[in-house]
């Protein structure tokens, strides 16, 4: 035998993740999810059950994105939500060879990952630049490239790998901190925010964030648990009790699911309130036009009415100016097949301009 071969009995024993039951419910109990190089069959039933592998996060509207952009070997361009890097693969294989994708993200925790794993398809920086940056600098970051873009991608939905890891505070179908920032090293958390906000500031943040019907009941009970409010499911349980005798009236089911829309939108309002993703959007919105080539392409992804309603106004109200020289009339939605097989792609808008 050679030095070099290693035979499997030489290898640490390292026993699997215990579980209750027959299959794993927990994040961090989904071992073969959260290894999808090493259990690609297990991973693709998860996928074709409509569902997405815990720690991953399955990219949205590729095909229409990648028709919009028309991109060709050579392009140089932006990934403004890096995310697990779904869109950019698809990206760096058309630009390839001679072209050049920036990669941004906030999030401290994934970009390592994300990054690790598209130098793993041999892409060097050569091809790709990483950067540790809100989407909100993009004009700082055309500054360093010392150009203008060809294209720019945002994809502004939170990523699943995040949503899913009750470690972050973004689920309430699980407990773990009342965090919600998407980078953790900067900024309030949702815990803090609830205390620090009056229930006037609470309520009006429901309902500008998320067109929260039950925003005054809602921060009504928030206030008056504020100081026992610190992990998600008791920020569940306090909308739930919120809501008990406004929704007391409706049949069970009825109840259940606009308890469930809730909880949603208020985990969706204190999330951009935390991390500031109206204002972060304007900013980007403002830089897009100085940052593009002429005929230069975006295109950008959104998930709920007021991101929408933002990216909507800035593209008309700049292809009026002649600042672009052309707008999606309308939002492309996910196709019924995306929809069925990967259900959190539902909410989904995807809108573009051309740079006059």
């Not at 006037?200 to 809602?218: Q, T, V």
């Amino acid at each position: 035998m050679n030095d070099g071969d290693i035979h499997k009995g030489d290898l640490p024993h390292r026993r699997r993740v215990r579980y209750r039951g027959t299959h794993p419910r927990g994040f961090g109990e989904k071992y073969k999810e959260l290894n999808p190089d090493h259990f690609q069959a297990d991973s693709q039933k998860v996928i074709e059950r409509g569902q997405t592998p815990a720690g991953t996060h399955r990219p949205i509207c590729v095909r229409e994105i990648m028709d919009f952009l028309n991109l060709k070997p050579g392009h140089c361009g932006v990934d403004a939500t890096l995310g697990y890097g779904g869109h950019a693969r698809e990206i760096l294989a058309r630009i390839s060879p001679g072209g050049l994708l920036y990669g941004l993200d906030v999030d401290p925790l994934e970009l390592p990952r994300t990054e690790q794993r598209l130098r793993e398809l041999g892409y060097t920086d050569r091809e790709l630049m990483v950067r540790p940056v809100n989407f909100s600098g993009l004009g700082a970051v055309a500054t360093e490239a010392g150009r203008r873009f060809d294209f720019v991608l945002a994809d502004l939905g939170v990523s699943s790998m995040q949503i899913d890891n009750p470690a972050r505070g973004f689920t309430f179908k699980a407990d773990g901190p009342l965090d919600l920032r998407l980078n953790p090293d900067q900024g309030q958390s949702a815990t803090d925010l609830l205390l620090q906000r009056s229930q006037g500031e609470l309520a009006l943040m429901l309902y500008d964030f998320a067109d929260e019907p039950h925003a005054e009941d809602i921060a009504a009970a928030l206030v008056e648990r504020r100081g026992d409010i610190r992990t998600t499911l008791q920020l569940a349980d306090a909308v739930r009790t919120a809501l008990r005798s406004a929704l007391q009236t409706l049949p069970k089911d009825e109840r259940e699911g606009e308890t469930k829309k809730a909880l949603q939108r208020t985990f969706q309002a204190l999330r951009i309130a935390v991390n500031d993703e109206f204002g972060v959007l304007d900013r980007f919105l403002d830089q897009l036009p100085r940052c593009l080539v002429p005929g230069g392409r975006v295109a950008i992804l959104s998930f709920h009415s007021g991101e929408d309603r933002r990216v909507k106004k800035s593209f008309r109200g700049l292809l009026r100016e002649g600042v672009y020289s052309e707008v999606a009339p309308d939002p492309i939605r996910p196709s019924a097949e995306e929809r069925r097989s990967n259900p959190r792609s539902a909410p989904a808008k995807l809108r573009w301009a051309i740079r006059a």
